[in-house]
């Protein structure tokens, strides 16, 4: 919520503006008890057909699944582990805002993380959050067809001229068709990024739904034909068959 680019919306800069002069564990709490982060969240949980009344709190010896960060901070690299009392510097690191020489920095620091567990454990996950491709897209489109309009004004301007120049006017058309490509490949990389988005909510609606009372009936249904148990002793054959 700290990126001055990034438009955060209203409801993270509300929380933002009233959470601005408490200390860290109270920030904590704040963005626990939102309801909008709760409800964003959960929107991507899969449904729990069976849920246990009984809750065991984890001890030191279980396997804790959560997310680690890592990210730069005014020329600082910092490790943000959620199971830590704070951040974890790991060191000062070149570059401005934008820059990304920190990545060969934190490098090392992710591999020795993995390969510390890589015996006994490999389920991880590795992500990068970064800007909306579809925005840089439509942003470098925008400046592409700015280009083209003023490269034909260009063109026309010396078009209208007594005495044109032919390479002046040669060279602007070698640009145009270079912008002209250029405005067609970001067009076909924001129609990329559409259809991967609406693959995306397919996935996740696929993901969130409940199958359990389609599966209870039709299991009942093939129970009443008596195609059941047959299918179950087919089943059963087939696993014995390739141990």
Not at 8 to 20: A, D, R
Not at 56 to 84: C, M, N, Q, R, W
Not at 179 to 205: C, D, Q
Request: glycine share 4%; net charge neutral.
């Amino acid at each position: 919520m700290n990126c001055s680019d990034i438009d955060i919306g209203p409801e993270l800069s509300m929380l933002k503006e009233f959470t601005k002069n408490f200390p860290p564990e109270l920030k904590g709490l704040a963005i626990n008890n939102s309801d909008a982060i709760r409800a964003a969240h959960n929107s991507f949980a899969r449904p729990e057909p069976f849920v246990l009344d009984e809750t065991k709190a984890a001890t030191k010896d279980d396997d804790v699944y959560h997310f680690i960060s890592y990210l730069p901070v005014d020329g600082v690299l910092y490790e943000l582990d959620g199971l830590k009392e704070g951040p974890i510097s790991l060191g000062p690191v070149t570059g401005g805002p934008g820059d990304l020489d920190w990545l060969q920095a934190v490098q090392p620091v992710i591999q020795e993380r993995i390969e510390r567990y890589s015996r006994s454990e490999i389920r991880f996950n590795l992500m990068a959050i970064i800007k909306n491709r579809k925005e840089m897209y439509t942003a470098e489109l925008k400046e592409l067809q700015k280009r083209r309009e003023r490269i034909l004004q260009q063109i026309s301007a010396l078009q209208s001229e007594r005495v044109a120049d032919s390479t002046n006017i040669e060279t602007l058309n070698k640009s145009l068709s270079e912008v002209n490509a250029g405005i067609e490949g970001a067009t076909e990389k924001i129609l990329m990024e559409e259809e991967k988005f609406k693959k995306w909510r397919t996935e996740n609606i696929r993901r969130k739904h409940n199958y359990i009372p389609f599966l209870f009936n039709f299991l009942k249904i093939l129970a009443e034909k008596k195609q059941l148990k047959p299918l179950i002793e087919k089943a059963k054959q087939n696993t014995s068959n390739q141990r």
